[in-house]
């Protein structure tokens, strides 16, 4: 059966780029040259890619990055606007819970939920971090943002999707917070490419920081820290509190 995920990004890739939550691309790849210390030398994997965002921002600062994603739509966008930048990068179709790769990369990246936390189980998102976990090189990296468990905790998710809302974008209803599951379970509405309106039935989980600690720890990664993923703005001064909607999370292994 086709889950929600795979029907978003059917038809949706140039639609995606106008999302509110797209914008932050500058201030994301600030970061992650930051924290390879400027190493051009360094082989980056960025999971669920989506339109290419990332790796194309940083393939145009000189770094070596291969990008894969579940929808070949998005990944056609992707490729667009590569070679509109005249720029080669790698794009492959992969399925980001049975990842090819092993001892491949310096850098895996995941941001803005690729992949992980979207999927249906919790067995589904672990899967997601073996495969970034197997395709690091020993003392590799993993960066990635997932939604931040301590937010429901403490506010509405409904009232928080509402305040995001903007005409033309992703709109979302009928938010159920299962604290016994940590997901949220929503109807939502978008727009596509061809001017269709799509609804969907959405499943996220939410993780908290011990989970992530938890799951990371029997993957091997020896040192986890924890960060507010605030829009085009990471930062280590910005320690992961309850009203981050989404937490940045780095990893060495």
């Excluded at 970061?31 to 999971?47: G, W």
């Excluded at 070596?64 to 492959?92: Q, Y």
């Excluded at 596509?192 to 039935?201: F, Y």
Aim: with cysteine; net charge negative; hydrophobic share 35%.
């Amino acid at each position: 059966m086709e889950q929600w995920y795979e029907r978003l990004f059917k038809n949706y890739s140039r639609k995606y780029d106008n999302e509110g939550f797209t914008q932050g691309t500058i201030g994301e790849c600030d970061f992650i040259e930051k924290e390879i210390n400027y190493d051009k030398s360094l082989k980056i994997l960025d999971v669920g890619c989506g339109t290419g965002r990332h790796a194309i921002e940083l393939t145009k600062r000189g770094y070596n990055i291969t990008g894969v994603d579940l929808s070949e739509s998005m990944l056609k966008r992707a490729r667009e606007k590569a070679e509109e930048e005249n720029l080669k990068i790698e794009f492959h179709q992969q399925d980001a819970r049975n990842l090819p790769f092993e001892n491949e990369f310096h850098l895996v990246i995941m941001l803005c939920e690729g992949g992980f936390s979207l999927m249906e189980t919790d067995e589904m998102n672990f899967q997601i971090l073996t495969g970034a976990a197997k395709a690091l090189k020993p003392n590799g990296k993993f960066i990635f943002t997932t939604l931040n468990g301590l937010f429901p905790l403490f506010h509405s998710v409904k009232e928080f999707f509402e305040k995001e809302a903007k005409d033309d974008t992703a709109q979302y209803s009928e938010n159920k917070f299962d604290l016994m599951t940590f997901r949220d379970h929503n109807i939502t509405s978008i727009v596509d490419d061809s001017g269709n309106k799509v609804e969907l039935k959405c499943n996220e989980r939410y993780y908290v920081p011990s989970e992530i600690t938890w799951l990371l720890k029997s993957l091997d990664f020896k040192t986890i820290e924890f960060f507010g993923a605030k829009l085009g703005a990471f930062s280590r001064d910005d320690k992961l509190t309850t009203d981050d909607f989404e937490m940045l999370v780095v990893a060495v292994n």
